[in-house]
């Protein structure tokens, strides 16, 4: 899953599987740093950071860009990413938030507490989308009953990266024929 860092301003989505998303954010990240400030905000504890150092180290010696240029913040429920995102001033740097829906896939939070949730921090998405790019990758979910949490995310994208569902086709063939 490649994808273009020259985004100026808008919302960019990536929505895929687990592994190819991490892959996809470690070269993100890493082509970011060297140009400047990032901030990233970490829905699901996701950040790898030995992966991350080794981008940066075949891309440049100065592996102190990692500590200086990427300002990560952690957030462990969906209140605290809707806190994270009001409490962000719009700033010029890029925002890479990295499995923005984890969260919300949380069994304990209601349903409707989750639409109301990805509601708001769409709109502060929108608000911080206007002065820097905002990079979101999703990992796909495939509960029904909350996959309307990932539709609604894809909406708001200007650009969409969605890495097709492989559909399992094994057919478990019959032990007799008949």
């Not at 996809?24 to 400030?37: H, P």
């Amino acid at each position: 899953m490649m994808l273009s860092t020259s985004v100026s301003a808008g919302i960019c989505v990536l929505a895929g599987s687990r592994d190819r998303l991490s892959d996809a954010a470690t070269s993100l990240l890493a082509e970011l740093a060297l140009r400047g400030k990032v901030l990233v905000f970490d829905g699901g504890n996701r950040l790898q950071a030995y992966p991350l150092a080794r981008a940066l180290r075949e891309r440049t010696t100065r592996l102190d860009l990692l500590s200086q240029r990427l300002l990560i913040r952690r957030a462990f429920t969906a209140y605290q990413m809707l806190t994270l995102l009001e409490s962000t001033p719009a700033l010029t740097s890029p925002l890479v938030i990295l499995d923005l829906l984890a969260t919300f896939y949380d069994e304990t939070l209601a349903v409707g507490s989750a639409r109301w949730l990805i509601q708001r921090c769409l709109q502060q998405i929108d608000r911080l989308q206007n002065h820097a790019p905002v990079f979101i990758l999703l990992i796909s979910f495939p509960t029904s009953q909350r996959r309307f949490l990932q539709e609604m995310v894809c909406k708001k994208a200007d650009t969409l990266f969605v890495e097709p569902q492989t559909s399992s086709s094994f057919v478990q063939p019959s032990l007799f024929k008949g």
